[in-house]
């Protein structure tokens, strides 16, 4: 049972928007940790997506989006491509466990 | 470039030893926290360990404290994660990821992983 809940999967068609949420609480998002989404390729090593709630390192398209309120966040992607289907995971800092905390992971098709 | 490169993957027998190196290029390996993340086979992310800038902090997931050890050499630009007492639980992949240079509680660049497989 992960810290952080994300569903279990999503998918859209080619050209469509999505959106991931993930739920927290009072101990990591609610208390003001900050979100971020990271991007894993099977069989790769996660990347950095999304930092500091909504934020996008150099060289991530501005299709992906992150937003943040109350003890939730959500990562959205516009204009789905193909290459997008992956899995996604959201992480925060739990504060009452001293640790870091992710979600579950949401893999992503692309229909 | 940053570079993090694992290595010191193995399979080992429950109640077995392993030690974990992670080799840091391409930024000044002195100044950032670091962290080991590992993945189960067919599972999602799981924290284990971090290390301070300066070595002098570290905390442990709950499910590894008191069996895992971190620790980092900034002469060779290396950090290590001994594993003792090892459970088949501890089967996964383990990443070495440096702390964001923007939010210190991200993870902004991981190695490519190296596989610890604890089976008899």
Request: proline share 3%.
């Amino acid at each position: 049972q992960s810290v952080l809940t994300q569903p279990p999967s999503v998918s859209g068609a080619p050209g469509q928007r999505v959106t991931i949420s993930c739920t927290g609480s009072s101990s990591n998002i609610g208390t003001g940790f900050a979100v971020h989404w990271y991007q894993q390729f099977l069989g790769m090593a996660p990347k950095l997506l999304i930092y500091g709630d909504s934020n996008r390192p150099s060289g991530v398209p501005d299709r992906f989006s992150g937003s943040k309120s109350g003890t939730s966040a959500s990562l959205a992607i516009t204009g789905l491509q193909a290459e997008d289907e992956a899995d996604y995971y959201c992480q925060s800092y739990d504060s009452r466990l001293y640790a870091w905390v992710f979600g579950g992971g949401t893999r992503l098709t692309v229909l | 470039e940053v570079q993090l490169v694992e290595s010191g993957g193995d399979l080992v027998q429950p109640g077995g030893s392993l030690r974990l190196s992670c080799a840091a290029s391409g930024f000044t390996f002195a100044s950032y926290s670091m962290s080991w993340v590992r993945q189960a086979p067919g599972k999602g992310l799981e924290w284990v360990a971090y290390i301070s800038s300066s070595g002098s902090i570290t905390y442990y997931a709950d499910s590894v404290k008191g069996r895992f050890i971190i620790s980092r050499d900034k002469a060779k630009n290396s950090m290590d994660l001994q594993l003792d007492s090892l459970r088949d639980e501890d089967t996964a992949v383990y990443y070495c990821a440096r702390g964001g240079s923007n939010y210190a509680y991200s993870f902004d660049y991981w190695g490519q992983g190296t596989r610890v497989t604890v089976s008899s």
